[in-house]
């Protein structure tokens, strides 16, 4: 992703301290929700400090997308054995999206809920075509990736129906067709988002992760 800055981590390091803002955050919650709240912060700092930025706490906002610090957008994600973050400056990007999932089917009677009957006919198409891709898993995770780069821009919920996804499976990309009007970035309103998609097997994990960015006006 140009002028996007990611880091990704595939275990979870020992002595990892969160700022005590964080860590009061995850006070009540399992070890697993501590460990990945942890390391994709980690994750952030990281890719925050390659633009040279010293982050304070990394916090959920009311709606859970993290607050970033002034002139930076970014993303974060993590799955079974997968954590990442991405970060950019605002001169160079409006919005950034990523999301990881299991590279999986997903479980019965949900691609009903995420994929529309034209995303269904692409999904079955795709299928035949390159079976060994997990298309339903992809479109979901496609769809997360839309809403984690729409909601920074709007401010508002966006349903799994608000959107088309069409992937290519040659070239690895994404396509988002907003079936809502788009946010605006620098007077001009945004109606398609296009992103990356890619599988990857690390340590025994099979995952699927997608991205969308939105440049900033003029770029």
């Avoid at 002139?71 to 950034?96: F, K, L, N, P």
């Avoid at 966006?158 to 088309?164: A, E, M, N, S, T």
């Amino acid at each position: 992703m140009p002028d996007v800055t990611t880091v990704e981590l595939f275990t979870d390091p020992p002595g990892v301290h969160l700022h005590p803002q964080e860590a009061a955050v995850v006070a009540r919650a399992v070890g697993k929700r501590v460990r990945e709240f942890t390391t994709v912060r980690l994750c952030a700092r990281s890719a925050l400090a390659e633009l040279g930025v010293t982050p304070g706490p990394i916090l959920p906002g009311p709606e859970g997308a993290p607050i970033w610090p002034d002139g930076i957008v970014g993303s974060m994600t993590h799955c079974d054995g997968y954590r990442a973050a991405a970060v950019a400056r605002t001169a160079q990007v409006a919005s950034v999206g990523i999301d990881a999932e299991p590279h999986a089917p997903l479980p019965a009677g949900v691609e009903k809920l995420v994929a529309l009957p034209e995303e269904r006919r692409i999904l079955d198409r795709l299928t035949a075509s390159h079976p060994d891709v997990a298309w339903d898993r992809l479109l979901f995770s496609a769809k997360e990736s839309t809403y984690k780069t729409w909601f920074p821009l709007t401010g508002r919920w966006l349903d799994f129906g608000d959107c088309v996804i069409t992937p290519d499976p040659e070239e690895g990309s994404l396509r988002c067709e907003l079936k809502v009007p788009g946010p605006v970035v620098g007077g001009r309103r945004i109606d398609t988002f296009t992103g990356r998609w890619r599988t990857a097997v690390r340590g025994g994990t099979r995952y699927v992760a997608t991205s969308f960015v939105v440049p900033a006006a003029g770029r």
